[in-house]
Nanobody, 124 residues
Framework: QLQLVESGGGLVQPGGSLRLSCVPS????????IGWFRQAPGKEREGVSC????????YYVDSVKGRFTISRDNAKNTVYLQMDSLKPEDTAVYYC?????????????????WGQGTQVTVSS
């Protein structure tokens, strides 16, 4: 059974950076599509960025394009979300999710495994 653990969240000032990590236990991530989602209080969970397992194709929601970068290090069995130029509206709980069928998708219902989430707060 694949389990995911996120880390790297915290409090940062606007314009700052954080790097989130998604580390699995119970399996390697080589053949899983990974998505980073976030959920702010009172809002729907939204897909922020995704990466496919084979061709490495990526997706970014418009609001983070040019600021966030998703990457995977198969040697370390880790997926990262580098977040730069953070804004207060990026404040949310960030989750990583994995699916072992097909490519990435922003449909959260198509992901099979979820981490517990890590809080990101952007505030001065």
């Amino acid at each position: 059974q694949l389990q995911l653990v996120e880390s790297g969240g915290g409090l940062v000032q606007p314009g700052g950076s954080l790097r989130l990590s998604c580390v699995p236990s119970g399996a390697t991530l080589d053949y899983y599509a990974i998505g980073w989602f976030r959920q702010a209080p009172g809002k729907e969970r939204e897909g922020v960025s995704c990466i496919s397992p084979i061709d490495g194709s990526t997706y970014y929601v418009d609001s983070v394009k040019g600021r966030f970068t998703i990457s995977r290090d198969n040697a370390k069995n880790t997926v990262y979300l580098q977040m730069d130029s953070l804004k207060p509206e990026d404040t949310a709980v960030y989750y990583c999710a994995a699916r072992n069928v097909g490519s990435w998708t922003t449909n959260r219902y198509l992901y099979d495994y979820w981490g517990q989430g890590t809080q990101v707060t952007v505030s001065s």
